[in-house]
């Protein structure tokens, strides 16, 4: 039971994960790989908060992991996007690479053990099912929110945005501060998921965020179907209880190990032949 | 007659190539200015440069007689200025109404605290843009497409829908970048009288057209612009009777 718990608790934070980064990616139509490092700035924050400074509540730190998080992605969109908006696509990655190397190399992180002890909050038999309730209700609230934001005029700015840049400033709109926006409100979703992460699993590594960790959000997002409300949502939970389905056929370990790269691998090409557009992208290819 | 648009001394070059050669420019409201001149005459060049995608090495633009030199693209917009691009560049995944939509100089739905927080005056204003693009569209009959991707409309629709988009600014100012350019027929005669409509509503109107009879029909003065310069400023049938334009342009 505890088992499922903590898988379902992981499913709800890589929902907030994904769809955040459909949000970026395929909706605004951003390049960028660095998402993970946005959800691991909201975990370090919160954990570190909440290991020096006991006296603030849990929310409050979960909320200042999501603030850390907006203020990292607006500095970095806003310097690298007024280059270019290919440049965004280099200086994510770079500003992944680099931070992560940072949180090695400092002594207060934890360095490349992790940082661990981080408080429990929530304690007794109910903990997991609390934190489930928790995490869920916060996925559902995500998704429901970029739903809102991808409808109506927003949404119809954000697609004319995308078609055709040029022509949206022209008319008056404001593509850059737009671009900003929307890569601060899906970095700062990415960092409250980041901070729930630390306060359930009470210890954090740096190696969980590397670039393998961009991959796996981008495959998320693209077998679900970019560019659609629901899809980071099935692609998370399909992505995450495939692995886990494994384990229970009890395959020797020389043969379970690579299967999961083999299986990723393979979904994704998969796609990339039969359903272009993701599961619930309907058929053809992605706009 | 007013002065919308003056620019003085305007100076561009892109290494060795001058697109914009010290031009001076002034256009009044109720004007329909023709803009000729063979491929590479900086045309276009010099809207990018009126509308803000460029910025001049030297020179300055005035609108309504307020220096707007440090203004970006979009701020310019929103004072007034509204253009058509040659290859159109609509929003190809967008329905019509939804292309017009995203054209007024003030749009609710580009802040999120205002949709999240004044979602009555949000649905108002929406409600009244709708009116207005429905409107244009009637103008142009093409209001039965409003729900159709643009990409579905035939291509001298699509070139009056390019126009539309670009009226929902209301502005004071109309830079038309080859409006003819492909587009014959009724769509032609539509094109023709809602910009002569336009500029009889007071906008000043600035054409860049290669179709003559286009310009000698609704302009009553033309620019002759060659190599980034102006070489001449007058009307149409100076210009056209001119010997040295006719060889330069016409090639006869």
């Not at chain 1, 730190?61 to 999501?66: K, T």
């Not at chain 1, 709109?173 to 630390?198: D, E, P, Q, T, W």
């Not at chain 2, 709708?130 to 991707?149: D, H, K, N, P, V």
């Not at chain 2, 310009?215 to 070489?231: H, N, W």
Request: net charge neutral.
């Amino acid at each position: 039971m505890e088992y499922l718990i903590t898988l379902a608790v992981l499913i709800a934070l890589n929902v907030i994960l994904a769809a955040s980064y459909n949000l970026v990616i395929g909706y605004g139509g951003l390049s960028t790989v660095a998402h993970p490092i946005f959800f691991a700035i909201g975990a370090y924050t919160t954990g570190l908060l909440s290991i020096h400074v006991p006296e603030l509540p849990a929310l409050a730190n979960v909320v200042l992991g999501m603030a850390a998080a907006v203020v990292a992605s607006v500095l970095l969109a806003g310097s690298s996007l007024r280059v270019s908006g290919d440049y965004l696509l280099i200086a994510s990655l770079g500003f992944q690479l680099g931070l992560l190397q940072l949180i090695r190399n400092l002594e207060f992180t934890g360095g490349p053990g992790g940082l661990s002890a981080i408080p429990g909050t929530i304690v007794g038999p109910m903990r997991g099912p609390l934190f489930l309730l928790i995490c869920g209700g916060a996925a559902l609230a995500c998704v429901l929110i970029i739903r809102a934001i991808v409808k109506g005029p927003y949404g119809r700015a954000i697609g004319a945005m995308r078609d055709e840049e040029l022509a949206f400033t022209a008319l008056g709109r404001n593509a850059m501060s737009m671009k900003i926006v929307i890569f601060a409100i899906g970095c700062g979703m990415a960092g409250g998921a980041g901070g729930l992460y630390a306060y359930y699993f009470q210890y954090i590594s740096p190696d969980q965020f590397e670039v393998l960790a961009s991959a796996a959000v981008l495959t998320m997002v693209v077998l679900g179907g970019m560019g659609t409300p629901f899809g980071p949502v099935v692609g998370a939970a399909l992505l995450l209880a495939i692995p886990q389905a494994i384990t229970f056929l009890h395959l020797p370990q020389n043969i379970m190990a690579p299967m999961q790269g083999i299986i990723f691998t393979l979904l994704v090409l998969v796609f990339l032949f039969l359903r272009p557009a993701g599961i619930l992208g309907g058929k053809g290819h992605p706009r | 007659m007013t002065e919308i648009l003056r620019v003085e001394g305007l100076q561009k070059r892109f290494g060795g190539i001058v697109v914009s050669d010290n031009v001076h420019l002034s256009i009044a409201s109720g004007e329909i200015l023709g803009l000729i001149g063979p491929n590479g005459a900086g045309k276009t060049s010099l809207f990018n440069l009126i509308s803000g995608v460029l910025r001049p090495d030297a020179g300055s633009i005035f609108l309504r007689g307020q220096k707007i030199d440090g203004a970006p693209l979009y701020k310019r917009a929103r004072m007034g200025i509204a253009r058509t691009w040659q290859n159109m560049l609509l929003f190809r995944s967008m329905s019509v109404l939804d292309n017009l939509m995203v054209g007024p100089r003030e749009y609710v739905g580009e802040s999120i605290v205002r949709l999240a927080f004044g979602r009555a005056g949000v649905r108002a204003t929406e409600a009244a843009m709708q009116e207005r693009a429905m409107g244009i569209l009637a103008r142009m009959g093409l209001e039965q497409t409003a729900g159709s991707l643009v990409v579905d409309l035939p291509y001298g629709q699509q070139k009056l829908i390019g126009l539309a988009r670009t009226l929902m600014n209301d502005g004071d100012l109309l830079l038309l970048d080859e409006p003819m350019a492909g587009v014959e027929g009724a769509a032609y005669e539509t094109m023709q009288r809602v910009v002569r409509q336009e500029s009889e509503a007071g906008r000043a109107v600035c054409v860049v057209e290669h179709n003559v009879s286009f310009i000698r029909d609704l302009c009553s003065r033309a620019v002759f612009m060659a190599q980034g310069k102006i070489l001449q400023d007058g009307t149409v049938e100076e210009l056209i009777s001119s010997s040295v334009l006719t060889e330069l342009y016409f090639g006869v």
